[in-house]
Nanobody, 126 residues
């Protein structure tokens, strides 16, 4: 079966950096775009970043653009989110996800993602 196993995250102070990783198994990784979403208590799941199958195109929400970087290693079936200049507003549970959509506009909606990681808490203090 398809499995997405996340690692990384944790506690940080404002201005620090953290890295999240997501290891994927049970599907042909190169056939799928990948994304990261985040969810705060009482809020809907929010798009953070996405990357196409080859890694040549990346997309970011305005709130993280210039601070976060998404990348993938198709040889290792992993996707990574490097988070720099963290802010308290970045505090949330972060999820990686796969989709077989390729159009960029489709990659920003959680409804278009079929498989999800278990979630990783990121907490940023002042």
């Amino acid at each position: 079966q398809v499995q997405l196993v996340q690692s990384g995250g944790g506690l940080a102070h404002a201005g620090d950096s953290l890295e999240l990783s997501c290891s994927v198994s049970g599907l042909t990784f190169i056939n799928f775009a990948m994304a990261w979403f985040r969810q705060s208590p009482g809020a809907e799941r929010q798009f953070v970043a996405a990357i196409n199958w080859s890694g040549t195109s990346t997309y970011y929400s305005d709130s993280v653009k210039g601070r976060f970087a998404i990348s993938r290693d198709n040889a290792k079936n992993t996707v990574t989110l490097q988070m720099n200049s963290l802010r308290p507003g970045d505090t949330a549970i972060y999820y990686c996800a796969t989709t077989n959509y390729f159009e960029s506009r489709m990659l920003r909606s959680a409804d278009n993602f079929a498989h999800w990681g278990q979630g990783t808490q990121v907490t940023v203090s002042t």
